[in-house]
């Protein structure tokens, strides 16, 4: 096989706009989804409607959080199935371009879709048909994300490179989160002239427009057939998936991962309600604070690149870990601790800047020497299907955390202001992260990151004595 070339620092940048692009989408949706058709009293007040039925199914569930769990199933089961039609496509662009030029444009037009309601507010028509584009979004989202994640360790071929491009994506990835959390600051300046609803959908449809530009620079301009071994693997999807399931490392990686995601989710679901509802702030201040802590992850940065190749990445993840489940304990008591809602925000995302950085950067650069290691030890090429299964797991732990949130929200939700209900199930939810968070840092502490690092090390010497 012809050598591959070592993809360049301005070629993993160009790669990392993608994820700026899908980020801001899912961005959107993880954030302001619930916001938007669960609405809190105070958005009510402001000229909020509840589109779809509010009440409970089976006394506990949501229609929100069913209909967004579902969508979170629906999108864990498809991972494989792209994952595996990635792996083995045959074409002359490589085996994961074709499809990061063909998902972004369907991918921002359903995100505008999701946000428009075609019946009479409370009808079950709007909430069958937000059952439906929510699966038709992370069909979407899966077609692009999922080959997008798995050029990651073809691009990022050394262990440098690596940890260069996660860094990379880390970036993008916080700059396309940060926007997402400008949706009611743009809203504001419709508002006025296309009320409530009007002003948060022109502002998706904008950001979209945004999105879907980003996702297609890197289709558009990289050549995959340089950097990316395009070789089709011959094993069909579910057999794929259980054969990398197989693999004792991974397995502990993604257990540990879904309890991230759980706790993760649930604290980022619910930190514009934290800010609005515990901490007594605007809507509009969800991107400032968000931008602070942005800022300070990312003069994190470099001090994460050089440890993570100095002490190893697993220690830095367990302590993320650690500190997250800090943070969003600390965020549960907001409103009761004698300080002032603003500042507390800013506490809260100082604290939270850090992890964030730690994670954003060294838990991709863990799946890429995991798949490199399988790699060498099985012969086959299943970096797709080790992404797509870290992406199933994810998700499943998005899904959990959509019902669970949604939920316990409801709990004190027609307290007003002052009583001593008001808010609680919104602490409730962020104790409960930080529990979960605790947890999947515990199950991390057993990866066997020396043993996966010394078998890619070995492979790498052996390489270099044939050329010699």
């Not at 006025?192 to 998706?204: D, L, N």
Request: net charge positive.
């Amino acid at each position: 096989m012809e050598p591959k070339k070592t993809a360049s620092n301005g070629i993993l940048w160009i790669f990392a706009v993608g994820q700026l692009g899908w980020s801001l989408l899912s961005g959107i949706i993880n954030n302001w989804l619930v916001f938007y058709f669960q609405p809190s009293g105070e958005e009510l007040a402001k000229g909020q409607v509840e589109f779809i039925p509010s009440g409970k199914i089976f006394g506990v569930l949501t229609v929100i959080g069913l209909i967004a769990a579902v969508g979170r199933v629906f999108d864990a089961v498809t991972d494989p199935l792209i994952a595996g039609k990635s792996d083995r496509l045959q074409h002359r662009l490589g085996r994961r371009i074709p499809f990061l030029r063909m998902a972004p444009i369907p991918f921002g037009l359903v995100t505008v879709l999701l946000f428009w309601s075609p019946f009479p507010a409370g009808s079950i028509g709007n909430a069958v048909m937000l059952g439906i584009l929510t699966l038709l979004f992370y069909f979407c989202l899966t077609c692009y994300f999922t080959p997008y994640n798995a050029l990651i360790p073809e691009l990022g071929s050394t262990q440098n490179a690596r940890i260069n491009l996660s860094t990379f994506l880390s970036v993008t990835f916080f700059v396309g989160s940060a926007v997402a959390y400008l949706v009611p600051n743009i809203a504001a300046i419709f508002m006025a002239q296309m009320g409530y609803a009007g002003s948060f959908r022109i502002t998706v449809a904008i950001l979209a427009a945004v999105a879907v530009i980003c996702m297609l620079i890197p289709a558009f301009l990289i050549d995959e057939n340089l950097y990316a071994d395009t070789t089709p693997t011959n094993e069909p999807s579910f057999r794929s998936l259980l054969s990398t399931f197989r693999n004792k490392d991974f397995v502990t990686f993604v257990c540990s991962d879904i309890l991230y995601w759980l706790a993760l989710t649930m604290f980022q679901t619910g930190l514009s309600f934290y800010i609005t509802v515990l901490m007594g702030l605007d809507s509009t201040w969800s991107f400032p604070l968000f931008g602070i802590m942005m800022a300070l992850s990312l003069a994190f940065y470099p001090f994460v690149n050089i440890a993570a190749k100095k002490m190893g990445k697993k220690k830095l993840i367990a302590f993320a870990f650690r500190l997250f489940a800090l943070t969003f304990l600390l965020t549960g008591f907001g409103g009761i601790l004698p300080v002032p809602g603003l500042v507390f925000g800013v506490m809260i995302a100082a604290f939270a800047s850090l992890p964030m950085a730690i994670l954003g950067i060294v838990q991709p650069a863990v799946i890429a020497d995991i798949a490199e290691a399988d790699k060498l030890d099985t012969g086959e090429s299943r970096q797709g299907m080790f992404f797509a299964a870290r992406t199933f797991g994810m998700k499943l732990g998005q899904s959990g955390a959509m019902l669970l949130f949604t939920s316990l929200a409801l709990i004190g939700k027609k307290a007003v202001r002052g009583a001593l209900t008001y808010g609680l199930g919104y602490r409730i939810t962020a104790l409960v992260a930080a529990v979960l968070c605790l947890l999947g840092g515990l199950v991390f502490l057993r990866y066997g990151e020396s043993d996966v690092l010394t078998r890619i090390t070995a492979a790498q010497e052996t390489d270099e004595h044939e050329d010699a």
